[in-house]
């Protein structure tokens, strides 16, 4: 797998409630993720980014939601989202504090 395939698969770490609570308890971290992306490709893309061990890897489409602008309706992009568990022992800092 190549570098420019590797920075196009992860695009960001997804953080709210429930992404932080599946870190603390099940060592698996959420990231946003293409939507050409496959498990396989997101593995490794995980592997080689950080120097980390993966156990699994699920993924889920979110579909975009219908939005008003006063009278206008619109329609958010949906996007890829992959729950990435790590191998015990295994940690993520995304901070970089050592």
Same mark, same amino acid.
């Given at each position: 797998?190549?570098?420019?395939?590797?920075?196009?698969? &992860?695009? %960001?770490?997804?953080?709210?409630?429930?992404?932080?609570?599946? %870190?603390?308890?099940?060592?698996?971290?959420?990231?946003?993720?293409?939507?050409?992306?496959?498990?396989?490709?997101?593995?490794?893309?995980?592997?080689?980014? /950080?120097?980390?061990?993966?156990?699994?890897?699920?993924? &889920?489409?979110?579909? #975009?939601?219908?939005?008003?602008?006063?009278?206008?309706? #619109?329609?958010?992009?949906?996007?890829?989202?992959?729950?990435?568990? &790590?191998?015990?022992?295994?940690?993520?800092? /995304?901070?970089?504090?050592?």
């Amino acid at each position: 797998m190549n570098k420019e395939r590797i920075f196009s698969v &992860l695009l %960001a770490p997804h953080i709210s409630e429930k992404a932080t609570m599946v %870190a603390e308890q099940g060592n698996a971290f959420v990231f946003k993720v293409a939507k050409d992306a496959n498990k396989l490709e997101i593995k490794k893309a995980v592997e080689s980014l /950080f120097d980390v061990k993966v156990r699994s890897v699920r993924t &889920l489409n979110v579909k #975009g939601k219908q939005k008003f602008f006063g009278r206008i309706s #619109g329609k958010r992009a949906g996007w890829k989202k992959a729950y990435v568990s &790590l191998a015990e022992g295994q940690d993520i800092d /995304f901070l970089g504090a050592e």
